[in-house]
């Protein structure tokens, strides 16, 4: 009998087996067919597959439903034998495991995105998972394998949703990555891990995309910011293009070459991806029989608390810079956020967000409490807005329980809740919610009977705090203590008190701290003075994260100095970027820059830049007031802003997110723009076809590239998904395109590509191609003869504007 999985990985590394697609596209799956429907049509030629892993020496199995959702079954008008094709396909695999391997049961990604980027919600989506998770459990799946996510939002969602129907079974969770270490969204490795680690995953780590190499560099990063047991399952090189069939050039002693580095750092789980084959399992496995060694995993209670949104990460306590937490998203006091609120619009939100991360926030604080509001509806949007504007993790400020749920649901990645008291109450309605979706949680030093005069008081209930979040499987490294900030005018001997507790805190319970500083100077005169000498002490007392306005001065001086004498700020490199002398000067010249009021021309661009949705149309309606005729509002407005956008992208400032929320704004310029122009069309930069090649139904970055392209003045053709060649032709021949650009995103259909190019020629269509999609390369589009190649969407504008002239 088999041991637990998970016992099984801390006694060796287990190897994971190879490709299926490609497996089965050789015996017989046919060009858009779905691969699921064979569990079903061809049960012996998906058994052959397993049995040869199996025989090569694979310890894990996963079943033929990487396709298996309701989403991608639809296109094949399949989703109602959805529990039969994923019951089906674990009784295979486990007839072949034959008690020789575990079965993992295969999950990939929907091809939808979630809200805001898509247009699925986030219950949707996770309905969707928990419909096939519990199709897998319940044919008996040892285990889940979440394979070639993209998303981190979306991989949340399916971690979430398995947890709601099993709090027990083993759950791998891989995020796809390209080579510049981020994944087609924007999502670095650390953020990844972070995220995935707090929403339940045994076992994490990446799969294709990359080769060994780029793989270990990305679990490398990992490894930083989790304790869990990691997963290399990498492809076999990079594909090209011989004799008409796509081939992987990795061999399988260059994949087994980094076994004793991958395993030296917690690597437990060995397979291989795209082009891996049941040759490489057997080399792969042998090379282990020499490496082998058992495992155990390192504590989770760290001293550190992670956070992280899609794009970034943060980290507080432990000895890191004591985090500053942005409070300016509080409607307290501040009238116009109060009626937007009201009035359901984010622009105050958005503004704050940006400006509080440039002033040197690492948190942004999120608030919606204002009376007379949908406060879960508001919570929501405002978590959308901060969340695409600033890229910082978040820290969700409500004592709804409801308001709370929605902005957890709407968050990207691991928030910070604040806050739960040592009230049962609020014990019971908080740390649920902070379990279930992968938060950590301030506890506020207080309970019903008020806040203790004592630092030994708020002690005890620190612990209490503590105690219950264990009960609820909540580690202590996500628990940050709010010693509370009483204000000095009225109880001076306090303050004292409070500084006492934060160093019980942590010397007794090794738990992170946070203040909210400003309230210890209210009603005294010159309060930065109070308040900024009060946040240097308490730093030095151990505070690890600080709820400040960070746009003052005096309090972000005294940060960046305590943290280079607290040694905490490395080498001074902070303190010294924020003061040399031509940061100083170039400071003055912003200053200086900004208050210059902004041409109508700027605004629009700005509003462009910022994904300003709300406030694009407002501005276009001033701009035609002014004169200025739809077509200059677009070329001297929208396209400026557009062009900055793609800069921002190719620096690495801003990611696919942003630029889609750009691309959205900028739309919906364009269709009061369309109005007043009552029905004439703009003039056409050029006449784009785009189409995923026959057998692909991906087309996620098609349709982004589709969107984008049409935002930069061409006229779009898109013909869909898993299109035939033939109809490629005869649509480029009907619509008389300049350029057909087409995806793929399969290594199974990568040579579709050059079969539409060849007919395309053949035919006598004088047409540019481009070719994209997350397995191709410029050295496979040199090789089928494509015209461009490119890499992501803003590329792809960029290029076929060079290529067909439009560049003015």
């Not at 898509?118 to 998972?129: L, N, Q, V, Y």
Request: aromatic share 4%.
């Amino acid at each position: 009998m088999m041991k637990p999985f998970l016992e099984a990985i801390q006694e060796k590394v287990l190897i994971l087996d190879g490709a299926m697609g490609t497996m089965l596209q050789e015996r017989g799956l046919r060009p858009g067919q779905s691969p699921e429907e064979l569990n079903l049509t061809m049960p012996e030629v998906v058994a052959s597959v397993h049995r040869d892993y199996v025989e090569a020496g694979a310890d894990i199995i996963i079943t033929n439903t990487f396709g298996g959702s309701r989403f991608k079954l639809a296109h094949y008008g399949l989703e109602g034998r959805l529990a039969e094709i994923n019951a089906r396909a674990v009784q295979i695999a486990r007839k072949e495991a034959g008690g020789r391997a575990y079965v993992g049961g295969s999950i990939g990604p929907t091809g939808q995105f979630v809200e805001p980027l898509g247009e699925i919600p986030f219950d949707e989506m996770k309905a969707a998972f928990r419909e096939q998770a519990a199709a897998l459990i319940d044919a008996g799946a040892d285990l889940l394998s979440l394979e070639t996510f993209l998303d981190i939002k979306e991989c949340r969602a399916a971690l979430i949703a398995i947890r709601e129907v099993s709090g027990t079974i083993p759950v791998i969770a891989m995020l796809t990555f390209d080579d510049n270490g981020r994944s087609v969204l924007g999502t670095p490795p650390e953020s990844a891990a972070i995220t995935l680690t707090a929403a339940g995953a045994d076992i994490i780590g990446s799969n294709c995309g990359l080769g060994v190499d780029g793989i270990y560099d990305i679990l490398c990063r990992m490894r930083t910011v989790t304790h869990l047991p990691l997963i290399s399952q990498a492809n076999a090189g990079l594909p090209r293009l011989i004799d008409g069939a796509t081939v992987f050039p990795g061999t399988p002693q260059e994949m087994a070459a980094y076994h004793e580095r991958m395993i030296g750092m917690g690597v437990r789980v060995i397979g291989g991806c795209c082009g891996t084959t049941p040759a490489h399992i057997s080399v792969m496995k042998a090379a282990l029989g020499t490496v082998q060694q058992p495992w155990q995993p390192r504590s989770e209670s760290t001293g550190v608390t992670f956070l992280s949104s899609r794009s970034g990460w943060t980290a507080a306590g432990g000895g890191n810079k004591t985090a500053i937490i942005g409070e300016r998203i509080n409607p307290t006091g501040k009238k116009i956020y109060s009626q937007e609120l009201q009035d359901g619009k984010v622009a105050y939100i958005r503004r704050e967000a940006m400006e509080q991360v440039a002033a040197g926030a690492t948190l942004l604080d999120v608030n919606v409490g204002t009376p007379g509001i949908d406060e879960p509806a508001a919570m929501e949007r405002a978590v959308f807005c901060a969340a695409a504007a600033a890229g910082v993790p978040l820290v969700l400020d409500s004592s709804s329980p409801a308001a709370l749920e929605r902005g957890l649901k709407a968050a990207d990645g691991k928030v910070l809740i604040n806050s739960v008291s040592g009230e049962a109450k609020s014990l019971r309605r908080v740390l649920p919610l902070a379990k279930k979706y992968g938060a950590a949680v301030i506890g506020l030093a207080l309970d019903q009977k008020g806040i203790p005069d004592t630092a030994e008081g708020r002690l005890a209930i620190a612990r209490r705090i503590r105690n219950a979040a264990r009960r609820h499987g909540i580690p202590d490294a996500d628990i940050i203590i709010d010693c509370l900030t009483l204000t000095v005018s009225a109880e001076q001997k306090r303050a004292a008190e409070t500084l006492r507790a934060i160093r019980l805190v942590k010397q007794k319970l090794g738990l992170s701290t946070v203040l909210g500083v400003s309230n210890i100077s209210f009603g005294l005169p010159q309060r930065p003075l109070i308040s900024s000498a009060f946040f240097a002490m308490a730093m030095e007392a151990g505070l690890d994260a600080a709820i400040i306005n960070p746009r003052d001065g005096a309090m972000m001086a005294a940060w960046r100095s305590a943290m280079v004498l607290l040694n905490r700020d490395h080498q001074a490199a902070v303190y010294i970027e924020a003061y040399r002398g031509e940061q100083a000067a170039a400071t003055v010249q912003a200053v200086a820059a900004s208050d210059a009021p902004l041409s109508i021309r700027e605004r629009l661009s700005r509003a462009v830049i910022d994904g300003d949705r709300d406030g694009i149309v407002p501005l276009v309606e001033e701009a035609l007031r002014e004169g200025l005729a739809p077509m200059q509002v677009s070329s001297e407005g929208f396209l400026p802003g557009l062009e900055e956008v793609g800069r921002r992208f190719e620096k690495n400032i801003f990611f696919l997110p942003q630029v889609m929320q750009s691309a959205d704004t900028m739309q919906a310029g364009f269709v009061r723009l369309k109005e007043e122009m009552k029905g004439q069309a703009f003039e056409s930069r050029g006449r784009i076809l785009m189409a995923t090649v026959e057998g692909d139904i991906h087309d996620i970055g098609k349709n982004i590239v589709c969107t984008l392209l049409e935002n930069h003045g061409f006229e779009v053709f898109d013909i869909g998904k898993n299109v035939a060649a033939a109809t490629i032709i005869a649509k480029a021949k009907e619509y008389a395109v300049d350029a057909v650009g087409l995806s793929a995103l399969m290594t199974t259909t990568m040579s579709e590509m050059d079969n539409v190019i060849k007919r395309l020629r053949a035919s006598g269509v004088k047409t540019f191609t481009m070719v994209g999609g997350a397995v191709v390369t410029q050295e496979y589009a040199d090789q089928i003869g494509a015209d461009l190649y490119a890499r992501d969407a803003m590329e792809a504008v960029a290029r076929i504007k060079q290529l067909l002239g439009a560049e003015g």
